[in-house]
């Protein structure tokens, strides 16, 4: 009897893992982590997971209320650095990121993170498009229009969403020192797989100037940070540039030092620093869905956070931020508030919106600080500013 049931036994995983489709549909509710290991059981499941569609359909099944949720944070700075030397904050226990050890570059940037895609520049002003769940990534380079002018500065950015199609697409803003202020944009389609050049030229005011270095991708649309009353976004899909208010309501009566912008799932948000003797101070907000208004949600002071972690040593460069980057993160559920996350001294701190309260996310240890590895011998960490990059684990492919 014993003998009989352990045949059927074995008989039954026999033919699950000789049919194709029943196969298929156990892997594609697969978590990811379980799903890389399954990659390498037998030449079926490789095959299966190989595969572009079943790629795309894993990424699309895998979602909570219609975003992608990220599992750890990258934190960099600003400066060329080689690939490996990044530090890494899981948000969930399982989060494993790979490092960019097959990437054959000596000093490489991160740019920014899209929904499972990195965006990286070289040293030698060629540019990486990398997804790094799969270690897959494709080498591009500026147009040649743009890049037969020696004398300009770009900007690039990418919009890639994955719920709403497999294509990526990649925004190169450029502009001549010979007229400052006047750009062009190029866009690349991975679909074609051809550049349309100079689709859009533009002029920024040097009174309300926009940091063009830095966007972010939210809902179909890639954004810049304004300092002015307005800034500017790029729509993607009608590919239109367009303007966005950047006027805030409530203002401290000191300078701004810093202004961070970032989004999390679907919501764009604002945090803003003044220019104090000691700045412990954060000012958040959020834009409203038609784009009108930002609304101030509230004043964090990190001293709060002090009280609760005594060995935070904040303030310590003055008129400097008492901290080196923030970042939101919005909960999964669609009711919740988001967390504002703040590198402060080589730890990792938030505070949550829903509890009212400052918490630690991570920390490696008594006297180990997180972004040492950057700073010369007497550099303070608070010198450098550093930029938190959402990781998410994704199939998708380039």
């Known amino acids: 009897m014993k003998i009989s049931t352990m045949f059927n036994s074995v008989s039954a995983a026999d033919k699950i893992a000789h049919n194709q489709d029943l196969l298929t549909l156990i892997l594609l509710r697969l978590p990811m982590k379980s799903l890389i290991k399954f990659k390498y059981v037998s030449k079926l499941s490789r095959f299966i997971i190989s595969d572009p569609d079943f790629c795309l359909?894993?990424?699309?099944?895998?979602?909570?209320?219609?975003?992608?949720?990220?599992?750890?944070?990258l934190l960099k700075g600003d400066r060329f650095t080689p690939p490996s030397e990044f530090s890494i904050v899981p948000l969930k226990h399982y989060s494993k990121v790979p490092f960019f050890h097959y990437i054959n570059y000596s000093d490489i940037k991160?740019?920014?993170?899209?929904?499972?895609?990195?965006?990286?520049?070289?040293?030698?002003?060629?540019y990486l498009v990398c997804n790094p769940t799969t270690k897959a990534f494709r080498k591009f380079y500026c147009p040649s229009n743009s890049c037969n002018n020696l004398l300009s500065r770009f900007?690039?950015?990418l919009a890639f969403d994955p719920l709403r199609s497999p294509d990526y697409k990649i925004i190169c803003i450029w502009e001549s020192y010979r007229k400052p202020c006047k750009f062009n944009l190029d866009l690349y389609s991975s679909k074609t797989g051809s550049w349309d050049l100079s689709i859009i030229t533009f002029e920024v005011d040097e009174d309300e100037p926009v940091d063009l270095n830095h966007g972010v991708f939210c809902n179909g649309r890639i954004h810049w940070c304004g300092y002015g009353d307005k800034s500017l976004f790029f729509d993607v899909e009608t590919e239109c540039l367009e303007t966005m208010a950047m006027a805030l309501p409530v203002q401290m009566d000191a300078p701004e030092e810093c202004r961070?912008?970032?989004?999390?799932?679907?919501?764009?948000?604002?945090?803003?620093?003044?220019?104090?003797?000691?700045?412990?101070?954060?000012?958040?907000?959020?834009?409203?869905?038609?784009?009108?208004?930002?609304?101030?949600?509230?004043?964090?002071?990190?001293?709060?956070?002090?009280?609760?972690?005594?060995?935070?040593?904040?303030?310590?460069?003055?008129?400097?931020?008492?901290?080196?980057g923030v970042c939101m993160i919005r909960s999964e559920e669609e009711d919740e508030l988001p967390r504002v996350v703040v590198w402060a001294d080589g730890k990792i701190v938030c505070f949550d919106f829903r509890e009212g309260a400052w918490k630690m996310v991570y920390d490696l240890g008594p006297g180990i600080k997180i972004g040492s590895l950057y700073l010369g011998e007497d550099d303070h960490l608070h010198y450098e500013r550093f930029h938190a990059y959402q990781y998410f684990e994704n199939l998708s492919c380039l």
């Not at 359909?57 to 944070?73: E, K, N, V, W």
């Not at 740019?111 to 070289?122: P, R, T, Y």
């Not at 945090?271 to 000691?278: D, I, Q, S």
């Not at 700045?279 to 956070?305: P, T």
């Open 260 to 324: 961070y912008l970032g989004e999390s799932r679907g919501v764009l948000y604002l945090a803003v620093t003044n220019r104090m003797p000691v700045c412990l101070e954060l000012d958040n907000f959020e834009m409203a869905r038609d784009y009108s208004q930002w609304i101030w949600k509230k004043r964090l002071n990190l001293g709060d956070a002090v009280k609760i972690f005594p060995e935070l040593e904040l303030g310590c460069i003055k008129y400097g931020p008492g901290f080196s």
């Open 155 to 157: 900007r690039i950015s």
């Open 110 to 126: 991160i740019l920014q993170s899209c929904n499972g895609f990195l965006l990286c520049e070289s040293y030698r002003r060629s």
């Open 57 to 73: 359909s894993h990424t699309r099944l895998h979602h909570r209320h219609g975003f992608l949720s990220p599992t750890a944070l």
